[in-house]
């Protein structure tokens, strides 16, 4: 989402009836959602989009993610800012929108994650991290996995940084899910990226790209919208989620 970014419309359903099956916390100087299965000492940190850490979308993913065995913890990555409200959408507030990235560069979360994986170590007892993050938290992913030698796996989901040259020097396995139909990262951007990392990359990573789908699609939370993609966001999901076990 940097340079000509723009609100992007990711599903917001269901804010009131899904709370979620974890705890909020305070860490140090930031909140986060943290969500536990019995006993593991594998994390996922999740990256929110710009609608904030908050959002039962990413709360649902991060139970998923709890449900297939990790700690799964979603810091609040914007530390207490406002989330961008989904109204300004309809306004098509361009230069309000960049006002408001402006102060919440996915690139400058450094401080936070450093937080978080002392946290998840010594609070926890996390031995193995991996990061998964959606839109501005797709940025974010990609920025952590190419700062972070000791992330084991990174999901990239629907988040390009476009403003570093370094872009291919990956330091995690990374695994970059985009959609095909996708307004706000088109697919040249996507082919860059890709022939880069060809070039480039010593990391492990994979690329894919899903038919017909359209930005926000992998954390959509009433999939029932449009059966037709049910399919796909379900097979993205499973990706994710295989990714992970692999490197973890």
């Known amino acids: 989402m940097a340079n000509e970014a723009k609100p992007c419309p990711c599903d917001i359903g269901d804010k009131i009836e899904y709370r979620g099956l974890g705890e909020e916390v305070q860490i140090e100087h930031i909140k986060a959602y943290v969500v536990k299965p019995p006993a593991s000492e594998k994390a ?4 929110q989009d710009i609608y904030g850490w908050q ?15 990790y700690i799964a913890i979603c810091p609040d990555f914007f530390v207490g800012k406002e989330p961008w409200n989904p109204s300004h959408d309809l306004l098509s507030t361009w230069s309000t929108f960049q006002e408001w990235l402006e102060d919440r560069k996915p690139t400058d ?3 936070e994650v450093d937080v978080t994986l002392r946290y998840l170590k010594e609070k ?6 991996g990061v998964v993050g959606f839109c501005w938290g797709g940025v974010a992913t990609h920025y952590v996995a190419l700062q ?3 992330i084991k796996a990174a999901v990239s989901v629907y988040g390009i940084v476009r403003d570093r040259e370094d872009t291919f020097d ?12 996708d307004e706000y990262i088109p697919l040249d951007q996507v082919s860059i990226l890709e ?3 060809k070039e480039k990359c010593t990391a492990d990573y994979e690329m894919k790209i899903f038919p017909k789908q359209t930005h ?3 954390h959509r939370k009433r999939e029932d919208i449009n059966p037709d993609d049910k399919p796909y966001i379900e097979e993205a999901r499973r990706d994710m989620i295989n990714w992970l076990n692999k490197y973890m």
Do not use: W
Request: with cysteine; glycine share 6%.
């Open 170 to 181: 990956l330091k995690s396995p990374t695994f970059f899910i985009f959609a095909e139909k």
């Open 195 to 197: 022939k880069r990392l």
């Open 148 to 150: 972070y030698q000791e």
């Open 109 to 111: 979360i450094k401080k």
């Open 55 to 69: 959002l039962p979308n990413t709360r649902l993913m991060a139970d998923m993610l709890s449900a297939n065995g």
């Open 124 to 129: 926890c007892g996390v031995k193995h991290i």
């Open 216 to 218: 926000g699609f992998v």
């Open 44 to 47: 996922i940190i999740v990256i």
